[in-house]
Structures are given as C-alpha cells and as structure tokens.
C-alpha cells in the first residue's frame, strides 16, 4: 500500500511492522527450542539484533532521502529532466529536483532558457509545468526557475566621427557608433 500510494511514511512503518513480526517469530523460536533442550536464546539474540540494526539503517537512510529533497526515484527525475530538455525554448537543464509528501510529488527545475522575453519566458514554463504533470503521477507542485542563456559574445559601442572609423571623444555626441 506504502508504494502504490508512494508514501514513505507507509513504507516505514511496513519495514517497522515486518522487523517486529520476525524478531517475534525468532524470540518465539528460540522458546521453543528451550522447551527441547536446544540453547537458541544466544543465536536469537544476535539475530535480532542484527535484524533490528538494519531495519533502523534502511529506515534512516530512506528518511534522510526525504529530508534531503533526495526521496524521488531516479527513473522520474530522468523523465522529469527528459521533458524539461525536450522543450524548444530550454537551452540547458541545471539541476531537477524532488520529494515526496505522502502520495504526493513535488518538483524543483532549474532551466536556462533561449528566450529573452518575460512573457515567453512565462509561457514556456507554464508549457512545461503542463507537460510534467500530464506526465508523471501524483504530481501536486512544479517550480521552475528560468534563467536567462548563458552570454557567449558581449557587444561594444565605439563612438566615432564618421563612417571611415575615426574614434570619437565624446560617447554621448558621436554621429556614428561602431558595434
């Protein structure tokens, strides 16, 4: 139930319940065995221990995943990145990030963009929001923050007195600019 809701809340406390179920099972064995002359209390003992230490390790190490934004699959984060990088106007994918709240998934993109203007900028997001839910399941929230495209070429305005290229001393009364 646990993963069908994708909640690791559920998950936990399956892994908790099935830990309790089978050092009761070995504690119940190891009665057992007294009552035939079979000293089994030392062997169940470091059986449960073992079993309650990796229990406690899967647990924290699933917690940890969900406290650290970590707690989404990799499968989803790669269709997730894959939807982002197939939009025209994304220039380059950043970072894509992810956790689960219950059933719930929430999304985190960082995406440098091709375009320049506020309003496509907007528009493409909003696409690609669209696309990501329409997509992946369960998914109650998308934040993407839009960059703008890394600059490759910077532009200079030269001042000048005429079109042959002589330089101007003064930027701001220049008859001709040179780009």
């Known amino acids: 139930a646990g993963r069908a809701a994708n909640s690791p809340a559920l998950i936990a406390d399956a892994k908790e319940y099935r830990a309790h179920v089978f050092t009761t099972g070995v504690v119940f064995a190891a009665l057992l065995g007294q009552r035939f002359d079979l000293p089994l209390d030392r062997v169940a003992a470091v059986v449960i221990v073992v079993a309650i230490v990796k229990t406690g390790w899967d647990l924290l190490a699933d917690g940890m995943r969900v406290l650290l ?34 059933r719930f998934r929430f999304v985190e993109v960082e995406a440098a963009l091709r375009v320049a203007d506020l309003q496509k900028a907007e528009a493409a997001t909003r696409r690609i929001e669209h696309r990501i839910r329409g997509t992946v399941a369960h998914v109650d929230r998308v934040l993407i923050h839009a960059e703008p495209m890394e600059r490759t070429h910077v532009r200079f305005a030269l001042p000048l007195v005429d079109p042959g290229g002589a330089l101007s001393d003064h930027f701001g009364e220049a008859p001709y600019f040179a780009l």
């Open 69 to 102: 934004d970590a707690s989404l699959d990799s499968d989803t984060l790669l269709s997730i990145r894959e939807i982002v990088a197939g939009d025209p106007a994304v220039a380059k994918v950043v970072e894509v990030t992810g956790r689960n709240a219950g």
